[in-house]
């Protein structure tokens, strides 16, 4: 099976930067993705880690290492509208599922 | 493009009754997926359909049915609802340049008396 460790909780400056990370434990996978769900909607897609490295998106960006089973979603330029809750997400080896860990929630205080 | 839609909003059932959780896309998308997402435990897959005519159990299949119906369309059914069963639901596609990208619907909240 596979599993996500992540932070139940963060709380951050406006204008600040935060990091949010995630360990996970699996036997394949194929890549990492990170989703955004503001209170009483639904998840939005953020980013997506296939290779190793770092991938920008504007304020955001998300950084994978197979080798130590790590990743973080980077969030720049803090924003009130930030504060949401955050999920790391993988990609099965060998189906279409994704399994995703049990967010971190994100408060941005002024 | 309404992109995921889910029908319906919000739901009340006694425990024992029964209830489908309708779902479609209009973004031509092969693959499908319900989620339920219940306090502190993120979303747990229930099912899911990789394309037309496929279905597979997730995580938490128990207690739950599923229908492709067509491309667009993916339904959920609840047999015979149980308490342990409210929870929000969560359709969603996969699509994105990559295919990497998964779609919601704007959910459906459950509450089983």
């Known amino acids: 099976g596979q599993s996500l460790e992540q932070p139940s909780e963060v709380t951050a400056v406006e204008g600040a930067i935060v990091q949010i990370n995630c360990t996970y434990q699996?036997?394949?996978?194929?890549?990492l993705s990170w989703y955004q769900q503001h209170d009483g909607g639904a998840p939005t897609f953020l980013s997506y880690?296939?290779?190793?490295g770092l991938e920008e998106t504007g304020r955001f960006s998300s950084f994978l290492s197979r080798s130590d089973s790590y990743g973080y979603l980077l969030l720049q330029e803090l924003q009130m509208k930030d504060s949401a809750s955050y999920f790391c997400?993988?990609?099965?080896?060998?189906?279409?599922?994704?399994?995703f860990g049990k967010g971190t929630k994100l408060s941005v205080i002024p | 493009n309404a992109g995921v839609t889910q029908t319906p909003k919000f739901q009340v059932l006694k425990t024992g009754q029964s209830m489908t959780l309708q779902c479609a896309q209009d973004?031509?998308?092969?693959?499908m997926y319900w989620y339920r997402q219940d306090p502190g435990m993120g979303l747990r897959l229930i099912y899911y359909?990789?394309?037309?005519?496929?279905?597979d159990k997730g995580e938490v299949p128990n207690g739950y049915n599923v229908s492709r119906l067509n491309k667009r369309e993916f339904s959920l059914r609840l047999e015979s609802a149980a308490p342990s069963q409210t929870s929000v639901y969560f359709c969603?596609?996969?699509?994105?340049?990559?295919?990497?990208?998964?779609?919601f619907g704007p959910g459906t909240r459950l509450l089983v008396l």
């Open positions: 997400a993988l990609s099965g080896a060998g189906s279409y599922q994704l399994t």
């Open positions: 699996t036997s394949g996978f194929y890549g």
């Open positions: 880690n296939g290779l190793d």
């Open positions: 973004m031509n998308h092969n693959s």
């Open positions: 359909s990789a394309s037309e005519g496929t279905t």
């Open positions: 969603a596609s996969l699509g994105g340049p990559g295919g990497e990208t998964q779609y």
